[in-house]
């Protein structure tokens, strides 16, 4: 079980060439990381994963089926995709009803939607805004409210884009908390994010895009340490890649506990 | 950077067409005239008369493409429809054919000429005004005559308006799609799609008005200076205005004659 | 100097139960860029809608006790002058644009136009902005056609464009990446050069660290901390009331934990790096 993109290329009606001869293979229960400067094709990419783009040259094929033969939404039970903003996407009167709205359009049963809207709700923390109105929430709640009616779904893959944007610690720790509780079930989770710290926390496989293309394909410390990669994408380290970069020490370290190992080391503790 | 293209606004705008740089009050004046003498001429060539002259002038604007992607519909349309009812139903004694109670005679045939081609010409002269004159231009002009700032800005940007709803509409039918709701195929899958997509569009639009006017604040939109522009159009050539004082006199020549002759 | 002063400021929006501001005081002086960090709905947005006269003139609500800026009461200002005073550049890039422009050049001059600036002027200092804001290839875009990130440089040019003293900016790099956040900032740290006074709202605490001189820390609608950003920033009690601490900082407290300090916390990459080198150069 994996979504595959096979050679594929995306064009826009308007002749624009967002991304081009895709290779990438994602298998269940992965977490992965999209990088890359604004404009470098990260979301065209993942819209070709759901079928919002069908691709113009090229296969992608999700869990053996390719997405040319299916609708969006046929694909969409499949995979999941979280717009980047909340706004577009959500449109009923309560935070409750908008979670309810994907397991009842697919006709499940009442104890099978409880279910899911409390899992969804538990794995967001928007317990204490079931009943508000979306649009009386702030935004960055907002964000987990989408998040909560697509995970209602729950799709075996997962796409957030840009889920940290503008959310606080309680925010990002409650992102991570998620992303891994849906890899303990199995299901990969994909996401767009320009916050380098939240990629080396949370993914175990990172991939940078650059000029419409993937440039590399591996772990996090594979891509942050390759100084072509982080060039050519436009990313940087974490801040303590950064540093162990300037002072010359380490091997490939990234995290705040790996420095702090190697400064002892070296101190002889 | 394009210096040019910024230095560019140092000297009024030229479209280099000698319509399109006409001063947009003048356009809308020298249309209205021709609007009301075509209702004024009791003719039944005037207003096809009057539509060879438009179509010549769209040619030679550069619209000629979207002037007559307009003007044909209204055409077929409006036109078609509005002479065969005078053709059908307006009464003569020269009767050409009947079927049942529809007499049509050569009276009524000219009779629905004339009527469908005055309000078709009519139509005419607004899609031809509508295709010479950017909005923003008209907007200056009538900014330079006095019309309130805030006034232009609600035109200009309900124009804007009107194209953010199409494309925010495309994002959100990809954004319900991408949940699985079925917005593909059938009626009742389409009509069923209509409610979550037309949800988010309306509460979107609401909560922008009131930052979009937060924005404008911080724009020193209210500034309680005399505005300058950035972008102006030149000034109206004296050979410009006499012609249009002599379109007016005409007008009212028309409508002088009309009474003393009627 | 000080050219924005809160005393005991409590605020609530109309129909609010809960305050959205409560007992603050606060001082901002004149030239220094002011970082304002905390949980989400602790109150940042609220307080840039405060200095920026928004609260109360445009929102309504209850406000009580006293905001002076610039020596007159924020109830005095007349807000259309205010605006001319502070800029303000606030999170959705997709409102920030007129809407009633063609080409991005355009738009950045709207403000101009509406200060009444000469054509000539209007023109040079467009140009000078978009140089700045490294938007020189955006000039003859349409505005409404253009990425969000592309957006927010754009409307943040267009009010750098206003040249006012005082900005007050909200999360401006919310849709930028590594590359554009980085250029934000350091463009931030030019208009201080320039004199300017900065209210920056922003998550991205370390590059907050670089560059701030001082740090407000909100927690539910009240001060937590505040101080100048070496004093704020390095204590991890921050943690605990909902804001982050630079990477680095972190790193500094973690090796005091093991006895390994380097005799100061630093909340800079660079100062990180020299007490760093410090340390390892005395004992190797």
Redesign the interface.
């Known amino acids: 079980m994996a979504i595959e993109l096979k050679d594929a290329s995306f064009t826009y009606p308007n002749g624009y060439t967002a991304v081009e001869h895709l290779n990438l293979v994602i298998e269940s229960g992965e977490k992965v990381g999209i990088v890359g400067q604004n404009g470098a094709g990260k979301t065209t990419a993942v819209k070709m994963m759901n079928g919002l783009h069908k691709p113009s040259g090229g296969d992608v094929i999700v869990d053996g089926v390719n997405t040319k033969e299916k609708t969006t939404a046929q694909i969409s039970t499949y995979v999941g995709y979280v717009f980047q903003n909340p706004d577009d996407q959500i449109f009923n009167k309560s935070v409750i009803a908008e979670i309810e709205y994907m397991p009842r359009y697919l006709k499940m049963e009442e104890k099978e939607v409880k279910r899911r809207v409390e899992r969804a709700v538990e794995l967001t923390g928007i317990a204490k805004y079931l009943k508000k109105n979306p649009f009386d929430i702030p935004y960055s709640t907002r964000k987990f409210v989408a998040i909560a009616a697509i995970l209602a779904t729950e799709t075996p893959y997962l796409i957030l884009d840009e889920p940290t944007a503008g959310q606080d610690a309680e925010g990002i720790a409650i992102l991570s908390h998620l992303i891994d509780a849906l890899q303990a079930e199995g299901r990969s989770v994909i996401t767009i994010t320009h916050d380098m710290e939240f990629v080396a926390d949370n993914f175990d496989r990172v991939v940078a895009m650059a000029q419409k293309q993937i440039i590399a394909d591996g772990s996090a410390r594979d891509i942050f340490w390759n100084e072509e990669v982080v060039r050519t994408s436009r990313i940087r380290k974490t801040a303590i890649g950064e540093l162990a970069k300037e002072l010359q020490i380490g091997e490939r370290i990234l995290y705040c506990d790996e420095m702090v190992e190697e400064i002892a080391r070296r101190l002889g503790q | 950077?394009?210096?040019d293209?910024?230095?560019s606004?140092?000297n009024p705008q030229l479209y280099k067409n000698w319509l399109m740089d006409v001063n947009p009050l003048n356009k809308l004046n020298f249309c209205a005239v021709m609007a009301a003498v075509g209702f004024i001429l009791p003719y039944w060539w005037i207003g096809y008369a009057m539509m060879a002259g438009y179509l010549i002038l769209a040619a030679s604007a550069g619209k000629f493409g979207p002037f007559f992607k307009m003007f044909y519909k209204v055409f077929l349309l409006v036109g078609a429809i509005l002479f065969l009812m005078r053709a059908m139903f307006t009464e003569g004694s020269t009767i050409l054919f009947s079927w049942g109670n529809i007499h049509v005679s050569v009276e009524s045939i000219f009779y629905g000429l004339r009527v469908a081609g005055t309000v078709v010409a009519f139509c005419a002269a607004v899609i031809l005004f509508y295709n010479i004159t950017p909005m923003?231009d008209l907007m200056y002009s009538l900014e330079r005559v006095g019309v309130s700032h805030e006034t232009s800005?609600i035109c200009?940007?309900s124009m804007?308006?009107i194209?953010?709803l199409g494309e925010?509409s495309k994002?959100?039918m990809?954004?319900?799609?991408?949940?699985?709701?079925?917005?593909?195929?059938g009626l009742i899958s389409r009509m069923k799609a209509f409610?979550?997509?037309?949800?988010?569009l309306v509460?979107?639009a609401i909560?922008?008005t009131e930052?979009?006017s937060?924005?404008?604040?911080?724009?020193?939109?209210?500034?309680?200076?005399?505005?300058?522009?950035?972008?102006?159009l030149r000034k109206t050539p004296a050979a410009e205005k006499a012609v249009i004082i002599l379109i007016d006199l005409a007008l009212v020549a028309v409508i002088v004659g009309r009474v003393i002759w009627l | 100097m000080s050219f924005i002063t809160l005393q005991d400021v409590s605020y609530k929006y109309p129909l609010a139960k809960t305050f959205a501001l409560k007992h603050v005081d606060l001082t901002f002086e004149k030239g220094k860029f002011y970082g304002i960090i905390g949980q989400n709905g602790a109150g940042k947005t609220t307080l840039c809608n405060l200095v920026r006269g928004l609260v109360p003139h445009f929102y309504g609500g209850s406000l009580t006790g006293k905001t002076i800026i610039d020596g007159t009461n924020v109830k005095k200002w007349d807000t259309d002058q205010l605006a001319t005073q502070i800029g303000y550049v606030f999170q959705n890039p997709f409102t920030q644009i007129s809407g009633v422009k063609e080409t991005v050049f355009e738009e950045i001059a709207l403000g101009l136009e509406n200060l009444g600036i000469p054509k000539d002027e209007m023109i040079e200092r467009v140009i000078r902005v978009c140089k700045l804001l490294k938007i020189e290839d955006l000039i003859k875009r349409d505005p409404n056609a253009l990425s969000g990130g592309q957006r927010q440089r754009v409307a943040f040019a267009a009010i750098i464009a206003m040249d006012s003293d005082t900005l007050v900016i909200d999360e401006p790099t919310s849709q930028l990446d590594p590359e554009g956040t980085a250029d934000v900032f350091a463009i931030i740290q030019l208009l201080k050069e320039q004199g300017k006074t900065v209210l920056l709202v922003e998550h991205k605490i370390d590059l907050l660290a670089e560059y701030a001189d001082e740090i407000v820390v909100l927690e539910k609608a009240q001060v937590a901390f505040q101080g100048p950003a070496q004093e704020v920033l390095q204590n991890p009690a921050l943690l605990e009331h909902g804001a982050q601490i630079p990477q680095v900082a972190l790193l500094g407290s973690r090796l005091q934990e093991r006895g390994i300090g380097l005799g100061r916390i630093p909340i800079t990459q660079k100062d990180a790096i020299a007490a760093i080198e410090e340390r390892l150069g005395g004992e190797s």
């Open positions: 950077m394009d210096l293209f910024a230095y606004f140092k923003r800005y200009l940007a804007q308006a194209t953010d925010s994002v959100i990809d954004s319900q799609k991408a949940r699985g709701i079925e917005t593909e195929g409610i979550p997509i037309i949800g988010p509460l979107g909560s922008n930052e979009k937060i924005a404008m604040d911080a724009r020193a939109f209210s500034a309680p200076v005399k505005h300058t522009f950035l972008r102006e």
